[in-house]
Nanobody, 122 residues
């Protein structure tokens, strides 16, 4: 099994910063894409940012210039540095990754973290 453990959520004032971290563990052969998604109350889950094993990044337009995603391939971790936070950034943030599991047969996997709440007060 592959698991994700997230940390770093919390309450912050508008304009502030917060850093989320996520660590993958388990029977991992390789990880392709790691990313962050978020779901605000009453809304669908949406992409925030992704990063490939080669370092290519993709951001939602709403967070470009404010958020930075990074990863450590050796440690199977991904982080999201969030700055200039807005009340509309309030959501549960989910870590996601996909790749290949190790074992007698290499199989693809995709897993989600349990989510971490980010609340931005105005």
């Amino acid at each position: 099994q592959v698991q994700l453990v997230e940390s770093g959520g919390g309450l912050v004032q508008a304009g502030g910063s917060l850093r989320l971290s996520c660590a993958a563990s388990g029977s991992i052969f390789s990880i392709n894409v790691m990313g962050w998604y978020r779901q605000a109350p009453g809304k669908q889950r949406e992409l925030v940012a992704t990063i490939t094993s080669g370092g290519s990044t993709n951001y939602a337009d709403s967070v470009k210039g404010r958020f930075t995603i990074s990863r450590d391939n050796a440690k199977n971790t991904v982080s999201l540095q969030m700055g200039s936070l807005l009340p509309e950034d309030t959501a549960v943030y989910y870590c996601n990754c996909n790749g290949r599991k190790s074992g007698p047969m290499i199989r693809n996997f995709e897993v989600w973290g349990q989510g971490t709440l980010v609340t931005v007060s105005s």
